[in-house]
């Protein structure tokens, strides 16, 4: 029986709230600066939360300047184009069309559905007097868009990203939500694990940032209303936080077989070394209180890494700026980690980012990857007054330098699912 593959982290791409490429977002989140802002893509006006954490002055076409293939990409699709051809470029190594059918991609994918345009189209043509009429679709003048439909699948982007790099292998879209990105990395690794391919693709990517999305958050009465205060809002762990900011982008990683990435020559961020998932079956919003979901997803994380508590220095926490997800996290934190959670650095990059929902958990796992790269723990930043019942070891004020052998990261999503991955420093000691 031939030994478990190890899999290599060996490039990384980025487009976020805070910069549209890895090092502009991780120097900006070592910085502690924040993404967040007033709404500009759409009047936010008479909505109670006029924030969000927006992907700025992006042009898709300076990565990828395919107009013919951008036509049936989503705004959230582009986010994925230009994160994956950055992931691509920092690994040095692509598909070609003798490899393409060992290469794999696994990505969370937002809730694509209609675009709020697309709505008000059909209220314009088929409900101006209130009710449901489809025969204005049969009015010679309804601008019938034929892609739009294509555009607004959940594996839309997959169909794009894959026929644009010549993905020919193994591939799946994840929607579970917040863990979205997270459980894609982990199915990510399996596949790796199995053979079915030697290299992947693996990322997220959403953009629930329109009037539709924005209205199904504030009806929960899960995001923040700080308006006045923006860059503030996203404070998670404080005793004062009142609600998530929603936000928007992608992220990929270049994941391949360890001894082909050594034998290549290749820059080997981390390694993605355990994947751990669970099912909470409480509440379609809220973790149970004793964190009960996300003990069984860390505690396979580790498992599956080969790690002990005490190996762990850093975790990316899911840390929303809920009140009950903080907390049931943080209860979670606390039961894993024993007596190493005094040791233990925690720290929320949502606190610059926002939440990019399908795309937060690949994101964050980038984060990390980074975080090991440079031994510095990225600031949780906004933390002024502390939650008793969020007694963790936050990285306050400013970015930690520290060795990091091992870090978690951890996705925690609505309807239960829970995502934590496990990512070890590539000069660790592995044990056989």
């Not at 290469?103 to 059909?122: H, I, K, P, Y």
């Not at 009037?211 to 005793?239: W, Y």
Request: proline share 5%; aromatic share 6%.
């Amino acid at each position: 029986m031939s030994p478990r593959r190890r899999v290599a982290i060996t490039g990384i791409g980025l487009v976020t709230p805070v910069g549209n490429d890895a090092p502009t977002t991780w120097a900006n989140l070592l910085a502690g600066r924040s993404g967040v802002a007033h709404i500009r893509g759409f009047d936010a006006s008479g909505f109670p939360s006029r924030i969000g954490g927006e992907v700025k002055d992006f042009d898709a076409t300076a990565m990828i300047p395919d107009r013919k293939l951008l036509k049936f990409a989503s705004r959230a699709n582009r986010f994925a184009l230009a994160a994956a051809e950055e992931a691509l470029r920092d690994a040095g190594i692509r598909p070609a069309p003798a490899t393409g059918h060992r290469w794999g991609f696994s990505a969370g994918a937002g809730m694509m559905g209609m675009t709020f345009d697309e709505v008000e189209l059909v209220h314009t043509y088929c409900g101006t007097n209130g009710e449901f009429n489809p025969d204005g679709f049969l009015d010679n003048h309804f601008p019938a868009d034929p892609v739009a439909f294509c555009r607004s699948q959940t594996n839309s982007g997959l169909a794009v990203l894959t026929r644009h790099f010549g993905i020919q292998g193994y591939a799946t879209a994840v929607h579970t939500a917040c863990a979205s990105g997270g459980q894609a990395l982990g199915t990510a690794l399996k596949v790796m694990r199995r053979r079915q391919a030697d290299f992947v693709l693996a990322g997220g990517y959403d953009s629930m940032l329109n009037p539709i999305g924005l209205s199904a958050f504030c009806l929960l009465g899960a995001l923040s209303t700080d308006n006045e205060t923006p860059e503030r809002a996203s404070r998670p762990f404080d005793a004062t936080r009142n609600g998530f900011v929603l936000a928007e982008g992608a992220g990929f990683l270049v994941l391949e077989d360890w001894e082909a990435a050594r034998n290549r020559g290749a820059h080997i961020y981390a390694e993605l070394a355990g994947d751990g998932n669970s099912l909470s079956s409480y509440r379609i919003t809220d973790s149970h209180p004793s964190g009960d979901g996300p003990i069984q997803a860390m505690r396979q994380a580790l498992a599956d890494a080969g790690l002990k508590p005490e190996d762990v220095d850093y975790v990316n926490a899911h840390g929303t700026s809920t009140l009950m997800n903080d907390r049931s996290e943080c209860a979670a934190l606390r039961a894993v980690m024993g007596s190493h959670i005094e040791k233990l650095a925690v720290s929320s990059t949502k606190s610059c980012m926002g939440h990019l929902i399908a795309a937060a958990g690949a994101v964050e796992a980038a984060v990390c990857a980074l975080a090991i790269r440079d031994g510095i723990a990225p600031v949780s930043a906004n933390h002024v007054r502390p939650d008793p019942d969020c007694n963790v070891n936050l990285v306050r004020e400013q970015s930690k330098p520290m060795p990091i052998r091992a870090a978690l990261s951890n996705s925690l999503g609505f309807g239960g699912s829970n995502s934590s991955l496990a990512f070890r420093h590539p000069e660790a000691v592995v044990n056989p």
